[in-house]
């Protein structure tokens, strides 16, 4: 497996391939990697000739107040899951390459950054698209991977791609959960044992949201309540948003026609966790 630390040399080594005739697939991560990225990966195994996984821990995503020092880091760790997945080449950019001194241009998509984790996070968004801009460019892959377990970034992302005609698919991969239900995530592991006992919460919360909808509920408002309902049984949790969308606009809606995203985000002691859940209106026979 290549490690490739230069922007220059990504730019190389894509060109080179994509002479070859060789199909890239591209997962790109801020590394600590978990089982979600796994699934990524084998994904992307399947579906290209060779596969790339950026290790970026992007600083223009974290707020001034966020955990960028804390982050967790793992390159080691991360290096030999991929060498064990047959991941071809790692990208291990430094923040120096990737925003060289006198770097300006900043990637904004207004409004589907704007409410939700863009409420919560105000930069975060346009440092997502920045980079996600940046990386695309540079791997220039034919498909690229991105979980669904952050589905207001995954969105974007699309939206992206369309409006600057990047490089490539986008391909949005199934939320991984543990058997409980919590959904894969780096930043699980700040949770302590009675922290994590708790974390679940979240998910039944979807759950019974995705419940009532498959039971005939249609307004919005009643589909909310009840998942805070269920949210308020979990005293180490505070909800600081839980959403019946519209899975393009993620705007909230009042009606529940043909499809929703059930969108939430709770704080377990200094630990922001977000899942999501996509719900199909079964039609009437
Ligand atoms: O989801 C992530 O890990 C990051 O937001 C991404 C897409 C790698 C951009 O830094």
Request: charged letters at 20%; one cysteine or more.
């Amino acid at each position: 497996m290549k490690t490739i630390r230069t922007t220059a040399a990504m730019v190389d080594w894509s060109r080179t391939l994509h002479r070859e005739g060789v199909t890239i697939g591209f997962v790109p991560t801020m590394g600590a990697l978990h089982e979600g990225h796994r699934a990524l990966i084998r994904a992307a195994r399947l579906a290209c000739d060779a596969v790339v996984v950026s290790i970026f821990v992007n600083p223009t995503q974290f707020g001034p107040t966020e955990d960028l020092s804390k982050y967790p880091r793992q390159l080691r760790l991360d290096r030999a899951l991929c060498r064990k997945e047959g991941v071809d080449a790692i990208f291990t950019p430094t923040t120096a390459a990737m925003y060289p001194q006198g770097s300006q241009t900043i990637v904004t998509v207004p409004s589907l950054a704007r409410r939700w984790e863009g409420d919560a996070r105000p930069h975060h968004f346009q440092g997502v698209a920045t980079v996600v801009t940046k990386l695309l460019s540079l791997v220039r892959p034919d498909t690229s991977w991105f979980g669904q377990k952050d589905f207001q970034q995954a969105a974007l992302v699309q939206q992206l791609v369309k409006d600057l005609n990047l490089p490539g698919r986008v391909v949005v991969h199934p939320t991984v959960r543990e058997a409980d239900g919590l959904a894969l995530s780096s930043r699980n592991v700040y949770l302590s044992t009675q922290q994590r006992r708790a974390a679940p919460v979240l998910y039944r919360a979807l759950h019974a949201g995705a419940s009532a909808i498959w039971n005939g509920e249609r307004r919005g408002a009643d589909i909310q309540r009840r998942m805070a309902r269920i949210l308020a049984t979990e005293s180490l949790a505070t909800a600081e948003y839980l959403a019946v969308c519209d899975p393009s606009t993620l705007e909230p809606l009042k009606t529940v026609q043909r499809h929703a995203v059930l969108l939430g985000a709770v704080r377990i002691g200094t630990v922001r966790l977000l899942d999501n859940m996509l719900v199909a209106v079964r039609r009437e026979p």
